[in-house]
Nanobody, 126 residues
Framework: QVQLVESGGGLVQPGGSLRLTCVTS????????IGWFRQAPGKEREFVAAIRYRSGNTYYADSVKGRFTISRDNVKSTAYLRMNLLRPEDTAVYYC???????????????????WGQGTQVTVSS
């Protein structure tokens, strides 16, 4: 059973930065696709970014492209989401998710992933 634990959320002013961390355990991390999703109050959970297993290829939602960077450290079994130029509309609970050997075409879909963390709150406000 794979477990994921997010951290790094908090309150930040518009234009600021945060780095979210997703520590995993219970699986062979290098074999997992990792995705970040977010859910704002009253809205559906949405895709933010994903990173492919082994190749490390990355994918982003248009709304965060150029501002957010997803990365992974296979030695530490940890994924990261670096968020720059934060906007109030980035306010949400952020979740990381994992899928072993998942196919590329569905990585932006929630149903692609088998394991989820508990989420970390990000609030962008002055």
């Amino acid at each position: 059973q794979v477990q994921l634990v997010e951290s790094g959320g908090g309150l930040v002013q518009p234009g600021g930065s945060l780095r979210l961390t997703c520590v995993t355990s219970g699986g062979t991390f290098i074999n997992y696709n990792i995705g970040w999703f977010r859910q704002a109050p009253g809205k559906e959970r949405e895709f933010v970014a994903a990173i492919r297993y082994r190749s490390g290829n990355t994918y982003y939602a248009d709304s965060v492209k150029g501002r957010f960077t997803i990365s992974r450290d296979n030695v530490k079994s940890t994924a990261y989401l670096r968020m720059n130029l934060l906007r109030p509309e980035d306010t949400a609970v952020y979740y990381c998710a994992a899928k072993q050997y998942g196919i590329l075409s569905t990585m932006a879909s929630q149903s692609h992933y088998d394991y989820w963390g508990q989420g970390t709150q990000v609030t962008v406000s002055s």
